[in-house]
């Protein structure tokens, strides 16, 4: 597979770094709270065969330095203007985008703002407390994640975040894509200080981000809500059953559970090239 093209978009207090792959129309893939472009790879090589991929680092993530800082509260529309004016940047017909976790936050923000620029939305087991019945618990729950962090560290929140959320199952890549230990060496070191930025300013911000629903509900023939078939019985999966009843759409199932682009990155990849592809024949 050849290497991905690359290069830096300046933005409002930030540079976006992004890699290109393939050719064909335009997806872009919106990054978790880990906010790295890396772990996306095998999905992108694969997804390559039939669009040009984009993948970048969300701001303040990784390659992506921060020059001027968000108020958290900002983050999510932030980051929906960053992914606009990538898109910009590099094609001007509308985009498939793929979103999950923080990143379909991101993508829900990115529908209701720039409709125009996109064809449809994949929005995987966004993190989206503030919709669930028991929004009041779970908001509460990361306000004390983000104290535990402070208090006691990462690796006490970690433990805190794995135990009361519950998302079980295997994070790893299969055999055949995993990295080279030069460049795991490189994404861990980077996730390791993303995890800081991540506590630091989304653990909170993000999970009570309000969507605008009735702008949802305006552009939902967009809009595919995308879950773990392995994950149903998780928190993750729930904000998406939630907005599925809110916005009368459904919950579509892909292979793995909430990183299953990075755990099954070839069956996800085929199971995304179907959807959009049926979202096309239904235009």
């Known amino acids: 597979m050849p290497s991905p093209r690359h290069g830096t978009l300046d933005v409002p207090g930030a540079r976006l770094y992004f890699e290109v792959r393939g050719y064909g129309p335009p997806m872009l893939c919106i990054p978790t709270g880990n906010g790295d472009a890396t ?8 997804l390559a065969a039939h ?3 984009i993948t970048y680092d969300r701001r303040g993530f990784s390659r992506s330095p921060v020059f001027e800082p968000v108020e958290d509260h900002r983050r999510v529309d932030v980051d929906a203007q960053d992914v606009r004016l990538l898109l910009d940047h590099l094609c001007d017909e509308p985009a498939e985008v793929f979103g999950t976790c923080s990143g379909g936050i991101v993508a829900l923000a990115l529908l209701q703002a720039h409709p125009h620029r996109l064809r449809t939305v994949v929005v995987h087991e966004p993190p989206l407390a503030s919709v669930l019945p028991d929004a009041e618990h779970w908001l509460a729950f990361y306000d004390n994640l ?4 402070r208090e006691r560290g990462i690796e006490a929140a970690r433990e ?12 790893r890549p299969p055999k055949d894509a995993q990295l080279p230990p030069d460049q795991l060496e490189q994404l861990v070191t980077r996730l390791r200080r993303n995890q800081v930025f991540w506590f630091e300013h989304e653990t909170r911000s993000f999970p009570a981000y309000r969507p ?3 702008a949802l509900r305006r552009h939902s023939e967009r809009l595919v809500l995308a879950g773990g078939a392995t994950s149903r019985e998780q928190y993750a999966y729930r ?12 919950v579509v199932d892909f292979p793995g559970g909430h990183v299953g682009h990075v755990t099954h990155p070839y069956e996800f990849a085929d199971r995304l090239v179907d959807v959009l592809s049926g979202k096309r024949r239904a235009e």
């Open 51 to 53: 669009y040009t991929v």
């Open 212 to 214: 605008d629903l009735a």
């Open 39 to 46: 772990p996306f790879g095998p999905l992108a090589d694969t």
């Open 239 to 250: 904000p998406n059953q939630a907005l599925a009843r809110l916005l009368d759409l459904e």
């Open 160 to 171: 805190v975040f794995r135990d009361h959320v519950g998302m079980a199952g295997e994070t």
């Open 146 to 149: 983000y104290l535990t962090y």
